[in-house]
């Protein structure tokens, strides 16, 4: 059976993991580098770099001695190879094109935005193609009709802010220090969400895109008029969580109705960092049961940046007779649907 060594270096988590085909996680490791870059208040290109290459080969030499296992054990050898931080995506990828040139092993090049959409199916072996995913993370947010490996039709995006980014950003301005995701989440538990009056940007608009960058402007003023109002920073963070659910919900219940009859998905599937939020699961649990649809989530460790979602796309790949040349290049931008349209009011974003 199929195992795959996976990389994942394109952010601030470096991360191997063995993965076989009937979706065993033979082993896997990742580093963070939160405390390096908590300091700076978000993540320094170049010191995630120079962690990556210091930790990455002692990190896969573990993940190998763990499972028992050496490289000519592995079947292929997969890494992100973009979207990300150059630096880091180099680091991952150039070690993983060293390992499979020296043990004569197919490589494969992973979209690291395709890690996190088939994770659910890593997660899930019911889950089939096609379903509606909504991938939320740092830099991203979008609705994607996943309908095969490298098929994936973009149905709307982000034009301005990533929801993980608006996360981090009211976390900042809330000194509740990096990475700010979990940590508006705990505080945003003992808030009360009506206490502070909070936009819903392109809430009821046609297209089912997105935009966070005004809400986070709100978040700033409400922070800065906080004495004269007498809320708290908890009612502060649950007041942004309940807006900015309140958007996805109604974004993706748009897009929900946008998906003609000739298209029967399986599910909706949420995945990526943001989607280890548990408010935010529960309520697109409920849209889904509206829709008579399953709700498909992958478990917490499984949301956030990983290398096992990296060989899992890596053994989907592999199982189809795919693989990448050597001199396959390390790319900071590298949409998952290169047809899809801008999105109108759009700034440049992969
Ligand atoms: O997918 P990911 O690990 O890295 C990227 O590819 O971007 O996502 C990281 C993002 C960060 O912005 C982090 O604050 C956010 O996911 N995040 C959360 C939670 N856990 C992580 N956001 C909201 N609630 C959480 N529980
Ligand atoms: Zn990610």
């Given at each position: ?16 993991a ?95 935005l ?9 997660a ?8 509606l ?84 402007s ?9 004495v ?34 000739e ?88």
């Open positions: 059976m199929i195992i795959v060594l996976g990389i994942e270096s394109s952010c601030d988590e470096t991360a191997a063995l993965v076989r085909a009937d979706r065993t996680i033979l082993a896997q490791h990742i580093a963070s580098q939160d405390e390096a870059h908590a300091p700076y208040g978000g993540v320094v290109p170049e010191i995630a770099a120079r962690a990556h290459a210091e930790r990455l080969a002692p990190l896969i030499a573990a993940t190998l001695a763990d499972a028992g296992m050496v490289l000519a054990d592995v079947d292929a050898v997969a890494a992100t190879a973009g979207p990300g931080l150059i630096g880091g995506v180099m680091v991952g990828l150039v070690t993983a094109k060293a390992l499979a040139m020296a043990s004569d092993k197919p490589l494969i090049a992973i979209n690291h395709e890690g996190h959409a088939l994770s659910p199916r890593l899930d072996p019911s889950l089939e193609y096609p379903y995913l909504l991938l939320v993370s740092g830099g991203h947010c979008q609705l994607l009709l996943v309908e095969g490996v490298g098929h994936y039709r973009r149905l709307a995006t982000t034009i301005d802010d990533g929801l993980g980014e608006a996360f981090d950003k009211t976390a900042k301005i809330l000194g509740l220090g990096y990475p700010g995701g979990p940590a508006v989440e705990r505080l945003a538990a003992t808030g009360n969400a009506r206490a502070v009056a909070l936009p819903r940007p392109l809430l009821g608009s046609a297209e089912p895109h997105f935009s966070f960058a005004g809400l986070k709100a978040v700033m003023r409400a922070k800065q008029a906080q004269s109002s007498g809320y708290s920073d908890a009612d502060i963070a649950a007041a942004f969580q309940q807006a900015a659910i309140d958007c996805v919900i109604d974004r993706t219940r748009r897009a929900l109705a946008g998906i003609g009859p298209t029967s998905i399986s599910a909706l599937v949420v995945a990526g960092g943001v989607a280890a939020n548990t408010a935010m699961r529960t309520a697109l649990a409920a849209l889904a049961a509206e829709h008579d649809l399953p709700f498909v989530a992958p478990p917490l460790a499984l949301c956030t940046d990983n290398a096992a979602m990296i060989a899992w796309a890596g053994v989907e790949r592999l199982a189809l007779g795919q693989n990448d040349p050597f001199d396959c290049p390390a790319r900071p931008r590298w949409p998952l649907d290169p047809d899809a349209a801008p999105a109108r009011g759009a700034g440049v974003k992969a």
